[in-house]
T-cell receptor
């Protein structure tokens, strides 16, 4: 099966600029996640979607970050305006839905550098 | 709040040596625990989960509730085991909470 797709793979922007990342999950996976991984740390969940509804966005900095999953398939994560501390790898993951804990399948990530 | 701690940033061993990657968790109930791995230039992927009680690529991990630990072990390390290993717990609703990770380097 095709894996989780993300684009772009790399992005360099200046602070105060805006940027958007795209994710296409594995076909049929109802749950989609965006993680932020800062250098030297483990991934941190930013937002979790179940179909096109938000399950958890408690760690999303909502003053500058936004995400949407229209039609319950692919998703976009946006940062506006970017800060230096937003430099990180942004990972998208997907999993089936249902009871229990399901394996999450990760994309290759987008490496963002804010200068 | 649930948390996992991986005390070692780097573990360096020689091929054939035993490996133990340490993980401690904080959770008052019955935790869901996993090990995820990222090999060089590959995606983050699930290695094993505690409820399966299985051995994957020779690795095992036993949940010790008394010590609140979930250490990952392998009796004889191989060079292809070199990777970044993350201890992970579930925060409910399939939310994953990652530790900071331990880099395992296996030298020939």
């Amino acid at each position: 099966e095709a894996g989780v797709a993300q684009s772009p793979r790399y992005k360099i922007i200046e602070k105060r600029q805006s940027v958007a990342f795209w994710c296409n999950p594995i076909s049929g996976h109802a749950t989609l996640y965006w993680y932020q991984q800062i250098l030297g740390q483990g991934p941190k969940l930013l937002i979790q979607f179940q179909n096109n509804g938000v399950v958890d966005d408690s760690q999303l900095p909502k003053d500058r970050f936004s995400a949407e999953r229209l039609k319950g398939v692919d998703s976009t994560l946006k940062i506006q305006p970017a800060k230096l501390e937003d430099s990180a790898v942004y990972l998208c993951a997907s999993s089936p839905s249902g009871t229990g804990i399901y394996e999450q399948y990760f994309g290759p990530g987008t490496r963002l550098t804010v200068t | 709040a649930q948390r996992v701690t991986q005390p070692e940033k780097l573990l360096s061993v020689f091929k054939g040596a035993p490996v133990e990657l340490k993980c401690n968790y904080s959770y008052s109930g019955s935790p869901e625990l996993f090990w995820y791995v990222q090999y060089s230039r590959q995606r983050l992927q699930l290695l094993l989960r505690h409820i399966s009680r299985e051995s994957i690529k020779g690795f095992t991990a036993d949940l010790n509730k008394g010590e609140t630990s979930f250490h990952l072990k392998k009796p004889f390390a191989q060079e292809e085991d070199s990777a970044m290993y993350y201890c992970v717990t579930s925060g409910g609703y399939n939310k994953l909470i990652f530790g900071a990770g331990t880099r395992l380097a296996v030298h020939p």
